[in-house]
C-alpha cells in the first residue's frame, strides 16, 4: 500500500516555543491530507484538513492560528504548533488519500508524532 | 465529535481465543473502516465494509455491518499474542473520518 512519513516522530520542547512537523506521502501525490491529534488513551480527533494550493480547513474548536497548516507541494503538508504549552502535548497523525482515489475515504496513515511541551 | 460508543473498551484474553469488537455510530453512512493502533504507533488499514454490504471477511477477520442499528462488530478468530493493540472503527464522509473510542484488546500468550 501507499506508504505515508512524518517527521520528526517524536519532539519535545520548552512551553513557549513552536514545532514543525511534517507529513508527506512518498509514493503518491495527495491534494488533500488531513491532521489528527491523539490524548493518551483516547481516540483520535481530526483537528483540520490540509489543501494543496488553498488555506486549510479547522474543525470546531481548532484555533488555526495556533495550528499551522501549509500544504506546500502534492506530498507534502506541515503542521506548525506555535507557542507550544504543556496541554498541547500529545500523538499528532496525519493521513492523506491517494489522489482521485476511487473510494475516497482509502485514506493511508503516517506513523504519529509525539511531541511532548515541558 | 465522536461518531459513537464501541464496546467493550478494554478486552482482556487468551491466545487462540476468538475477539469480538462493536461499535455504533450515529449518522448515516457510506462504509465503516476498522483500524488497528500499537501503542505509540499509527494506524493501520484493516477492513473497510460498504453501507450496502452485511458480512465481510479478511483472513482471521470478519466484520458485519447492521445499518438498521447503526451498528457494526468486528470478530478476530484464533487470537495471538500479536493482535494485542487498540482497534478503532471510523466512519466518514468526504474523507475526514470520525473515529469510534475504541477497544484495547490484550491477548495473553
Known amino acids: 500500500g501507499a506508504v505515508v512519513s512524518q517527521h520528526p516522530s517524536w519532539v519535545i520542547c520548552k512551553s513557549g516555543t513552536s514545532v514543525k512537523i511534517e507529513c508527506r506521502s512518498l509514493d503518491f501525490q495527495a491534494t488533500t491530507m488531513f491532521w489528527y491529534r491523539q490524548f493518551p488513551k483516547q481516540s483520535l480527533m481530526l483537528m483540520a484538513t490540509?489543501?494543496?494550493?488553498?488555506?486549510?480547513?479547522?474543525e470546531q474548536g481548532v484555533e488555526k492560528d495556533k495550528f499551522l497548516i501549509n500544504h506546500a507541494s502534492l506530498t507534502l503538508s506541515t503542521l506548525t504548533v506555535t507557542s507550544a504549552h504543556p496541554e498541547d502535548s500529545s500523538f499528532y497523525i496525519c493521513?492523506?488519500?491517494?489522489?482521485?482515489?476511487?473510494?475516497?475515504?482509502?485514506?493511508?496513515f503516517g506513523p504519529g508524532t509525539r511531541l511532548t511541551v515541558l | 465529535s465522536q461518531q459513537g460508543e464501541e464496546d467493550p473498551q478494554a478486552l482482556s484474553i487468551q491466545e487462540g481465543e476468538n475477539a469480538t469488537m462493536n461499535c455504533s455510530y450515529k449518522t448515516s453512512i457510506n462504509n465503516l473502516q476498522w483500524y488497528r493502533q500499537n501503542s505509540g504507533r499509527g494506524l493501520v488499514h484493516l477492513i473497510l465494509?460498504?453501507?450496502?454490504?452485511r458480512e465481510k471477511h479478511s483472513g482471521r477477520l470478519r466484520v458485519t455491518l447492521d445499518t438498521s442499528k447503526k451498528s457494526s462488530s468486528l470478530l478476530i478468530t484464533a487470537s495471538r499474542a500479536a493482535d494485542t493493540a487498540s482497534y478503532f472503527c471510523a466512519t466518514g464522509g468526504t474523507g475526514k473520518l470520525i473515529f469510534g473510542q475504541g477497544t484495547t484488546l490484550q491477548v495473553k500468550p
Open positions: 490540509s489543501n494543496e494550493g488553498s488555506k486549510a480547513t479547522y
Open positions: 465494509i460498504r453501507s450496502n454490504e
Open positions: 493521513s492523506a488519500p491517494p489522489r482521485g482515489a476511487v473510494a475516497y475515504n482509502e485514506q493511508f
